[in-house]
């Protein structure tokens, strides 16, 4: 599988984006798939998760409300819409998948960057004041 995220750029504070993770070959409808971000001089840290087909979005505290995931199995393809953004979400954005032959991620380690296969080359989103 390989993951190509797109979709950041340059915006205010206040304003939105989608962000996209195009998956190419298999399928990743069944796959556990997360967002994460890194910004400079920090860890990357997860955004928001879907542990497995069917099962409740998880979203780190600082975004709920704002950020939403979700899935277009059709194009397999993930998204990651991004609103009321604020100067503190400007990170690269990655999207990940683990492989569905593993084990599930148990909740605590949905954030753990290692439960992840395969992952986008990350997209810059920068919010400005």
């Known amino acids: 599988v390989q993951l190509q995220a797109s979709g950041g750029g340059l915006v205010q504070v206040g304003g939105s984006l989608r962000l996209s993770c195009v998956a190419s070959g298999p399928t990743i409808s069944n796959y556990p798939v997360a967002w994460f971000r890194q910004a400079p001089g920090k860890e990357r840290e997860v955004v928001g998760a879907i542990r497995r087909r069917g099962s409740n979005t998880i979203y780190a505290d600082s975004v709920k409300g704002r950020f939403a995931i979700s899935r277009d199995d059709a194009k397999n393809t993930m998204y990651l819409q991004m609103n009321s953004l604020k100067s503190e979400d400007t990170a690269v954005y990655y999207c990940?998948?683990?492989?569905?032959?593993?084990?599930?991620?148990?909740?605590?380690?949905?954030?753990?960057?290692?439960?992840?296969?395969?992952w986008g080359q990350g997209t810059q989103v920068t919010v400005s004041s």
């Open positions: 990940a998948a683990r492989s569905p032959g593993r084990p599930g991620i148990i909740l605590s380690a949905v954030g753990n960057p290692d439960m992840y296969d395969y």
